[in-house]
C-alpha cells in the first residue's frame, strides 16, 4: 500500500525537478549552486518562458553544460552570462537587462498611453470651448422655393 502511494506522488511530481541530470551536476557544491543561480536566470530556447534549471529539452541540457564548463574553467558568474548573451543573443535572458534599447521598450508603453491621455484631454478642452454653431434658417426667398419644390 505504501509502495503503491510512493509511485503516485512521485508521479504527480513536476518533470521540471528532475530536469538537471546527475551526470550534469558538479562534485563541489559550492560550483553547483553557482550554476544553478546562472541557470535559473536563462531562458530555454525551445521552451521559450522556462529557465533552462526547469527545461528538459536537449538544447537546454546543452546550455546547462556549458554553463558547468565555464564555471570550472574559471569565469564569474557575469562572464558566463555574458559568453551566452554573446552566443544568443539577449533573449537568452529570462530578465532582459535594463540598458539601450530594451529602456525604450519599457518606456514605451506608458509613454504612449501619456500621449494618448494628453491628445484626449486636449481635444475634449478644446471640443468643450469651441462656439456652438449657428442653425442658419431659411430666409424668405429660400422658403418659397421650398415651398413650390413641396407642393410640386
Known amino acids: ?9 512521485s508521479l504527480l511530481l513536476p ?5 538537471v541530470q546527475p551526470d550534469e551536476m558538479l562534485q563541489d557544491p559550492a560550483l ?11 531562458r530555454c530556447l525551445v521552451c521559450r518562458n522556462e529557465s533552462i534549471d526547469d527545461s528538459n529539452a536537449d538544447l537546454a541540457r546543452d546550455l ?10 574559471g569565469k564569474s558568474n557575469d562572464e558566463v552570462v555574458n559568453f551566452l548573451v554573446d ?12 540598458t539601450g ?3 525604450v521598450l519599457y518606456l514605451a508603453g506608458p509613454g504612449m498611453l501619456i500621449v ?12 468643450s470651448h469651441a462656439p456652438a454653431p449657428l442653425e ?8 418659397e422655393r421650398l415651398d413650390k419644390i413641396m407642393k410640386g
Open 32 to 42: 553547483e549552486a553557482r550554476a544553478r543561480e546562472i541557470s535559473k536566470g536563462l
Open 1 to 9: 500500500m505504501i509502495a503503491r502511494l510512493l509511485l503516485i506522488l
Open 101 to 103: 534599447s530594451n529602456r
Open 15 to 19: 518533470t521540471a525537478a528532475f530536469a
Open 64 to 73: 546547462r553544460i556549458e554553463v558547468r564548463t565555464q564555471i570550472t574553467e
Open 116 to 127: 494618448g491621455l494628453l491628445a484626449a484631454f486636449f481635444y475634449l478642452r478644446r471640443r
Open 87 to 98: 552566443k544568443y543573443g539577449e533573449y537568452v535572458l529570462l530578465k532582459p537587462r535594463d
Open 136 to 143: 442658419a434658417g431659411l430666409n424668405s426667398d429660400e422658403a
